[in-house]
């Protein structure tokens, strides 16, 4: 039986390849080329152009995939062109060239699988489909109250492979109300002396992503620093030096102290370190800022009677930022005593006479992130998303 199965596998295989053999790689080489020549800071149409030859030259390698599976060439090829598809994207594209690097590694790996005996072969497809689903079964049952063994496989054991497949939230996102979104935003002072926000995320900056695929990514790359350091209650040295800053940024009366504290935990400040460098290293800052105040934001959801009076969802007053420190270039804390560091700073809804001269979309507010930034990051925009 594996012989007769044999045979027919070198017969499809010895059908002569078409022209995509040679058509397929050509695409993808012109797609590196032409976004290495017209590469620019910002994508342009030349970007577009190289990364649709380098799509077109995807697509046709998939076609022949498809009809020789077992074929170790068809195969190098298709890992080839996916690489060559890498170099075509922009940099900025960084979601696309992760896409291109896992393809590239798919086809790698069935090479070296299809290269095994055909009972090993069996072994290994069966691990990695068993080893996925009891990730997933980690997940669900990691929340608590949970055993240690599945505490201990969903942090240890499963994390990595499920951070990357994204499968890692536990299926409980929408249930029974989904949590607020989290943002990130960065105040970067530059040296002539001006503050520049940059969030993340954000609507895609041009029209080139019609899909907005960056901005999920980064959606997610945000919930990763959403874990706070678990306490009872607020130190009493961390509240004592709060108390002297609250003149200028009032505590919430009717939100619990611990609520208005969020230390994040020690993976959670590494993270945050290696975006910061990140976001120092961007074409804009780079060279050109002192160091960057970070802020995380919590974007309230309004109530169902909110949203019936007529409420803006995206008003000033659905923000909760935290800050999270002052960093250079490096992503080093610059002020780890900052008696502010990891308290919200309200953004505190005033009541208004509403006139035909009032501005749409617009809260009266006390915009204490304003006044600790020296930057109000909303004055970029009215009634949309930031």
């Given at each position: 039986?594996?012989?007769?199965?044999?045979?027919?596998?070198?017969?499809?295989?010895?059908?002569?390849?078409?022209?995509?053999?040679?058509?397929?790689?050509?695409?993808?080489?012109?797609?590196?080329?032409?976004?290495?020549?017209?590469?620019?800071?910002?994508?342009?149409?030349?970007?577009?152009?190289?990364?649709?030859?380098?799509?077109?030259?995807?697509?046709?390698?998939?076609?022949?995939?498809?009809?020789?599976?077992?074929?170790?060439?068809?195969?190098?090829?298709?890992?080839?062109?996916?690489?060559?598809?890498?170099?075509?994207?922009?940099?900025?594209?960084?979601?696309?060239?992760?896409?291109?690097?896992?393809?590239?590694?798919?086809?790698?790996?069935?090479?070296?699988?299809?290269?095994?005996?055909?009972?090993?072969?069996?072994?290994?497809?069966?691990?990695?489909?068993?080893?996925?689903?009891?990730?997933?079964?980690?997940?669900i049952t990691s929340p608590p109250p949970q055993s240690w063994l599945s505490n201990w496989s969903w942090v240890t054991l499963f994390r990595h492979h499920l951070v990357f497949c994204y499968t890692n939230n536990a299926y409980q996102f929408y249930s029974p109300?989904?949590?607020?979104?989290?943002?990130?935003?960065?105040?970067?002072?530059?040296?002539?002396?001006?503050?520049?926000?940059?969030?993340?995320?954000?609507?895609p900056e041009t029209h080139l992503d019609p899909m907005s695929v960056e901005f999920f990514r980064r959606l997610s790359m945000t919930e990763a620093i959403n874990q706070n350091a678990s306490l009872q209650s607020v130190p009493a040295d961390v509240m004592q030096?709060?108390?002297?800053?609250?003149?200028?940024?009032?505590?919430?009366?009717?939100?619990?102290?611990?609520?208005?504290?969020?230390?994040?935990?020690?993976?959670?400040?590494?993270?945050?370190?290696?975006?910061?460098?990140?976001?120092?290293?961007?074409?804009?800052?780079?060279?050109?800022?002192?160091?960057?105040?970070?802020?995380?934001?919590?974007?309230?959801?309004?109530?169902?009677?909110?949203?019936?009076?007529?409420?803006?969802?995206?008003?000033?007053?659905?923000?909760?930022?935290?800050?999270?420190?002052?960093?250079?270039?490096?992503?080093?804390?610059?002020?780890?005593?900052?008696?502010?560091?990891?308290?919200?700073?309200?953004?505190?809804?005033?009541?208004?006479?509403?006139?035909?001269?009032t501005r749409p979309g617009v809260e009266a507010v006390e915009n204490h992130l304003k006044v600790h930034a020296g930057s109000d990051p909303f004055e970029e925009r009215y009634g949309a998303n930031p």
């Amino acid at each position: 039986m594996a012989q007769a199965t044999l045979q027919t596998d070198q017969s499809f295989d010895q059908k002569p390849l078409t022209w995509q053999l040679v058509l397929a790689p050509t695409l993808a080489v012109a797609g590196v080329a032409i976004g290495r020549i017209g590469i620019t800071e910002t994508p342009s149409w030349s970007a577009v152009a190289a990364i649709s030859l380098a799509i077109a030259g995807l697509v046709l390698v998939g076609m022949m995939i498809a009809q020789r599976p077992r074929n170790l060439l068809v195969l190098a090829l298709g890992a080839a062109t996916a690489v060559l598809a890498r170099y075509s994207a922009h940099p900025s594209w960084e979601s696309v060239h992760l896409l291109f690097i896992v393809m590239a590694s798919v086809a790698g790996v069935a090479i070296v699988v299809l290269l095994l005996p055909r009972q090993l072969r069996m072994a290994v497809i069966s691990f990695a489909a068993v080893f996925h689903f009891l990730g997933v079964l980690s997940a669900i049952t990691s929340p608590p109250p949970q055993s240690w063994l599945s505490n201990w496989s969903w942090v240890t054991l499963f994390r990595h492979h499920l951070v990357f497949c994204y499968t890692n939230n536990a299926y409980q996102f929408y249930s029974p109300e989904p949590g607020p979104a989290t943002l990130l935003w960065f105040c970067v002072d530059m040296k002539n002396g001006e503050k520049v926000w940059y969030k993340v995320p954000r609507k895609p900056e041009t029209h080139l992503d019609p899909m907005s695929v960056e901005f999920f990514r980064r959606l997610s790359m945000t919930e990763a620093i959403n874990q706070n350091a678990s306490l009872q209650s607020v130190p009493a040295d961390v509240m004592q030096d709060r108390l002297q800053m609250v003149r200028l940024y009032p505590i919430l009366a009717d939100v619990p102290a611990i609520a208005q504290y969020r230390p994040p935990m020690q993976h959670v400040r590494r993270i945050l370190a290696s975006y910061v460098r990140h976001v120092l290293a961007m074409p804009e800052f780079k060279d050109q800022a002192t160091n960057v105040r970070v802020y995380r934001v919590q974007h309230r959801m309004l109530s169902a009677q909110e949203f019936a009076d007529g409420r803006n969802p995206f008003g000033e007053s659905t923000y909760l930022p935290y800050y999270f420190g002052n960093f250079d270039a490096t992503g080093t804390q610059l002020e780890p005593d900052d008696p502010m560091l990891y308290w919200l700073l309200p953004i505190i809804r005033k009541a208004v006479t509403v006139t035909p001269m009032t501005r749409p979309g617009v809260e009266a507010v006390e915009n204490h992130l304003k006044v600790h930034a020296g930057s109000d990051p909303f004055e970029e925009r009215y009634g949309a998303n930031p």
